[in-house]
Each structure stands twice: as structure tokens, then as C-alpha cells.
């Protein structure tokens, strides 16, 4: 399985564009760029999935050699998205996706019920494309193009703003993405908001686990801004809290993303030393 993390940051990216904070300055000052969170797999190098669609995908398209259209002028390697949550800054960059010749929309039921109403991504898109739309039953495998394998675990329920009063609990998901020809397993789970012994079970033979990287601090936003909610209310288990939970496993990788603009780690430099990775944008490794 080849893996590519092509965005890193969470929404409005770091720096963000009408942010001065100490964190975004920081980032301006050193040249970091870091875009809007989002990974692309594949199986075979030939079939290419997404995981979320970043408000910043055209620009992450354009950097990444393996997405480049051919050799027929409208022939492109990407096949589908499975979106973790319907959250703006996961599903903004869909609509970059309109003038596929095809394109499927993998997602639970409530997240593709979003989609279809109070955010009419569904209807839209529809309107330029060929759109299949597959919900995903937590729990169930399904198969991809190239010979990978999904399974989505449930890990919260915090829905978006414009969804409140909608229907559902399955509103946030960390996917596992197995290739069984080589035993690859990656675990994709930007938005956790606690740690499961579920989600424990789902990451025990991952090969690199892809995590939650929002916020450092549990009260972040209070230290940089004297304001806001904490980590885990806005659905964001916060890196103090779960790197001391990561199994240390010497054939497991661990990687932040999601790193929000007031997180100290966003910008290299800073003297916390993590048992963890924190990856650039445009990262790739094989499993």
C-alpha cells in the first residue's frame, strides 16, 4: 500500500489566512505551509483513493506526481473519497472533484445524508459528474479498486453546525485501510475524541496509525486566546492525553495531523520531543 499525506493541517491551515496569533506568526516567519488535512492511498499505484477532501485539494493534486492525469486527457488515477466526517474542511474539496468523469463518495449514512441536504454536495456534484454514493456500515469491509480493503470504526458523534438536528450517531470515523497482499495496515483517525477500547482493537496490528493531532493542550485555545472550548468538546482527544496511550510497538508508526494553528508542534522547532512522528505535507511511505 502507498500512502501519501497530502495536506496536514487542521481547518484554515497553518498559518491561517486572517490569523496573527503567535502560532501563525511563527509559521509565517520560519516559511511553514502546512494545508488542509488529507491522505491519498492506493493499493496498486494505479487506483488512488482519498481520505477526506480538503478545501486545499487542487493544490495538493497539483504536487503529487502520482495524481496527475493520463495518458488520456481526462484519464486520472484518483477513483473515489471515504470521508471521515462531514465537516467542511473534509468535504470543501469535492467540489474540486466535479469534472471527474466519475466519482464515488464513500461515508456513513448520516454523513451522505449531510450531503444530500443542508450541505448539497450530493445534488451538485451530480449536476458535473457521474456520482455514485456507497454508505459505509461501521464494522463491514468493503473492497476497493487495486486490491485495498476499507473498514470504518465509529469513534464519535459530534456533528457539524450546519447538521445540528439531523438524524444519526456516525458522524465521525477512523478508517482502516488493509492491503492483503502484503499485510499493510494503515489507520486513518483525525478527529478522535476519545480512546476507545474499540479503537485500541483497531490499530493492535496497524502498521502506521495516523492520529488526532488537533490540539496539544486540552486547553489550548484558552492559553493562546483566553477564550473557546476545550480539546475534547469540540471532539478532539488532545496529543498530552492520547500519545501516553500509544502501544509501543517498534513495527508501528504513529503520526499526527490535523494540527490546529495554535498547536506548538505545527511549526518545527519547538523543544517537545514526542514519541511520535509529525509529518510535512506531501509525506509518502509504503506498507
Known sequence: MRVRLLGTAAGGGVPQWNCACDGCARAR????????????????????????????????????PELAPGPGRRDTPLRGVLLSTAELDHTLGLLTLREASALTLYGSGCVLNALAGPFPMQPILAQYTTLHCTAIEP????????????????????????????????????YRMSDPRTGGVLVYAPCLPAWSPAFAELIADAGC??????????????????????ATSMGHL????????????????????HLNNTNPVAVPGTALRLAAEVPADGTSFEL
Open 238 to 257: 488532545p496529543i498530552e492525553v492520547s500519545e501516553p496511550l500509544l502501544p509501543r510497538r517498534t513495527e508501528t508508526r504513529y503520526m499526527y495531523t
Open 139 to 174: 464494522g463491514a469491509a468493503i473492497d476497493l479498486d487495486g486490491g485495498l480493503r476499507a473498514q470504518a470504526l465509529t469513534v464519535g458523534s459530534k456533528r457539524p453546525r450546519y447538521a445540528e438536528g439531523l438524524p444519526g450517531d456516525d458522524w465521525v470515523l477512523a
Open 209 to 230: 496509525v495516523i492520529l488526532d493531532g488537533t490540539f496539544l493542550h486540552e486547553d489550548e485555545l484558552r492559553r493562546c486566546t483566553g477564550g473557546g472550548g476545550t
Open 29 to 64: 516567519a520560519a516559511g511553514v505551509n502546512r494545508t488542509q488535512d488529507c491522505v491519498a492511498v492506493s493499493g496498486d499505484s494505479r487506483a488512488w483513493f482519498l481520505l477526506n477532501a480538503s478545501p486545499d485539494l487542487r493544490t495538493q493534486l497539483a504536487a503529487t
